[in-house]
């Protein structure tokens, strides 16, 4: 008898999992900020509903230009560094902040911090930080000199120093003017005033014009040097020239509007890498500006009525943001 030959059922073809396309990742967080946005100017409001709106507006404002400059300021500069955990604000620009108002409380007192709010004071402090930034970032692209550990080594030891200066005064002030001088150290998105808000968010839009239509040019920075030489790319006028002052100068503006925020930048752009499902920084841009806007004003909203805590939001992104990049780079085990 011939054997009858016995078939063995095709092994069963495990469903293929396709990831969303660019476009729709970014119409998901789109229409999230949208909701967050949405409850956070109309929901919940007691009392006079203009007046309520009309602070809601102004702190959503402030809301909007921090998360576009901390974003993309972080994105563009991790990009043209090819480093991931490096950001201006851990590289020591938020000392220069802190050492000026603090220089300010210890020269003239406490009450000069009220007495010089306005236009000039905003515009002087953005452009004193602009040209610190500048002239420490040119140490990355200063010719043979210039490094990354060169820039790391610098960065970190003028953070210590600004900050260990700062400390030394600060400690010296009278405890009235101390408390006058806590509330200017750390990001306050709620005591910005409304008359920065036309100038930080005309900056912001021609910066990011600017960004925008050197999406593809960063894309080919992304290659390196030499890549970026060989396909007509100006390396050093690109950069040096351009790209270094358009960070500074957002990082500078969101600082001198809403105060120092050390590591939100990098979380935003931590997300924004890993859910973009691609390089191209036509998509990783705007995605990282909605996250960090998702973040804020979702996270006030619920701050202020969940927790009763509305001054809280900073501290909190601040200590998640610390504990992220720890872990980040501690998983990662090199910068």
Not at 25 to 50: I, Q, Y
Not at 289 to 315: D, K, N, P
């Amino acid at each position: 008898m011939s054997e009858i030959p016995v078939q063995t059922p095709a092994p069963a073809k495990a469903p293929v999992r396709r990831a969303l396309p660019a476009a729709a990742r970014l119409t998901a967080a789109t229409v999230l900020a949208a909701v967050c946005a949405a409850c956070f100017l109309f929901l919940f409001v007691e009392g006079s509903f203009a007046f309520a709106f009309e602070r809601r507006l102004s702190m959503f404002g402030t809301m909007l230009i921090v998360a576009f400059a901390q974003a993309v300021g972080t994105v563009v500069f991790q990009t043209i560094t090819h480093n991931r955990i490096l950001t201006p604000s851990i590289m020591g620009f938020d000392s220069v902040y802190i050492l000026m108002q603090t220089l300010l409380v210890s020269v003239f007192g406490g009450s000069v911090l009220v007495a010089t709010d306005g236009m000039p004071k905003l515009v002087t402090q953005t452009l004193l930080m602009v040209g610190f930034t500048m002239l420490l970032f040119g140490w990355l692209f200063s010719g043979r000199g210039g490094s990354l550990h060169v820039l790391l080594l610098v960065g970190v030891v003028l953070g210590l120093a600004f900050r260990s200066l700062s400390d030394f005064l600060q400690r010296l002030l009278s405890p009235a003017e101390y408390d006058v001088l806590s509330t200017r150290l750390y990001g306050r998105l709620s005591s910005a005033e409304a008359e920065y808000l036309p100038l930080a968010g005309a900056v912001c839009l021609i910066t990011g014009a600017i960004v925008w239509q050197r999406r593809h040019r960063l894309d080919a920075l992304l290659l390196g040097r030499d890549t970026a030489t060989n396909l007509g790319i100006s390396y050093r006028r690109e950069l040096s020239l351009l790209l270094l002052l358009l960070i500074s100068l957002l990082i500078a503006m969101s600082t001198a509007l809403a105060g120092p925020m050390t590591f939100f930048g990098f979380v935003t752009a931590l997300l924004a890498h890993q859910l973009a499902g691609t390089h191209r920084h036509a998509v990783v841009l705007p995605l990282a500006f909605l996250i960090g806007l998702i973040t804020l004003v979702g996270g006030q909203f619920v701050m202020e009525h969940v927790f009763y805590a509305s001054g809280m939001l900073t501290v909190v992104i601040e200590f998640v943001g610390g504990t992220v990049f720890l872990v980040h780079l501690l998983r990662k085990g090199t910068l």
